[in-house]
């Protein structure tokens, strides 16, 4: 990533760089989660192609967490995943949010409907994209979660759970 390579200076003067590669923020108001919320609402809520897709995961509660973490922590360096302890498959995630809403996920998303309304690019490269992050350094970095599964973190992101 350019971003990433723009810090080797910063790096090669000894200075302490962290590299943030964040997952899915989980929050109701915004980002990925918001937009699915009406359709998950409305019952129309489903997987996306087969569902074997793995989604790597944050609440944002950890996202700011992890990220307070980063910054007091002087052992962490490098590329640091701010992801959730267990990436889902795309299935496992449509099952969980249905949960969260106490709504049924049986109807699956339509792919071509959705390259119509994303196009194809961002439909192939994002949405059935399949990332299985975990967050080895943030772990051994004696981090802890304040939402150690994907059901705690969606509860607490629609207002069902300790955020």
């Known amino acids: 990533m350019e971003w990433e390579a723009a810090t080797a200076p910063a790096s090669a003067a000894g200075i302490r760089v962290v590299l943030l590669r964040t997952g899915i923020v989980l ?12 359709p998950f609402k409305l019952g129309l809520g489903g997987r996306l192609g087969d569902g074997s897709q793995y ?10 967490g992890a990220i307070l973490h980063a910054l007091s922590d002087d ?6 995943n701010l992801t959730g302890l267990e990436p889902v498959t795309n299935a496992a995630f449509t099952k969980a949010l249905g949960r969260a809403l106490h709504r049924p996920t049986v109807i699956p998303v339509p792919i071509p409907g959705l390259k119509l309304v994303y196009g194809g690019q ?4 994002v949405l059935l994209a399949s990332q299985r992050a975990v967050p080895a350094a943030l ?11 994907v059901d705690e973190a969606l509860a607490a992101a629609v207002g069902r759970g300790h955020h």
């Open 122 to 125: 961002l439909v192939e490269e």
């Open 55 to 64: 989604q790597s995961w944050i609440s944002l509660t950890d996202e700011v």
């Open 27 to 38: 929050a109701a108001d915004g980002g990925a989660l918001g937009k699915q919320l009406l």
């Open 75 to 80: 052992t962490l360096s490098g590329p640091v």
């Open 139 to 149: 772990d051994a970095a004696g981090y802890r979660f304040a939402h150690a599964t």
